[in-house]
């Protein structure tokens, strides 16, 4: 039985950081591709970055340069750091992986 868990979000300036977790029970990230995405009100869920279990990583181009999705083996966790935050990034992010989604977290950007 799958289960992720996302933590990390909350309140943020424009211009600020978050770092986002996705912690797993169930599966090992290392060998499964895990993605984040991100469901803003209104709008469909937008795929935000991808990790392979050998380490390649994708960005959306809506946020390249600015989050980045890193793993830690040894934590079985998944991270999304999100740098230069813009209220457009404003939305509930989730993690996927094995068609398994996380209850989400959100993320309010604003000042």
């Known amino acids: 039985h799958v289960q992720l868990v996302e933590s990390g979000g909350g309140l943020v300036q424009p211009g600020g950081s978050l770092r986002l977790s996705c912690t797993a029970s169930?599966?090992?990230?290392?060998?499964?591709?895990v993605r984040w995405y991100r469901q803003a009100p209104g709008k469909e869920r937008e795929l935000l970055a991808t990790?392979?279990?050998?380490?390649?990583?994708y960005h959306a181009d809506s946020v390249k340069g600015r989050f980045t999705i890193r793993r830690d083996n040894a934590k079985n966790t998944v991270y999304l750091q999100m740098n230069s935050l813009k209220p457009e990034d404003t939305a509930v992010y989730y993690c996927?992986?094995?068609?398994?989604w996380g209850q989400g977290t959100q993320v309010t950007v604003s000042s």
């Open positions: 990790m392979t279990p050998g380490g390649t990583t």
């Open positions: 169930g599966i090992i990230f290392s060998i499964n591709v």
């Open positions: 996927n992986a094995q068609s398994t």
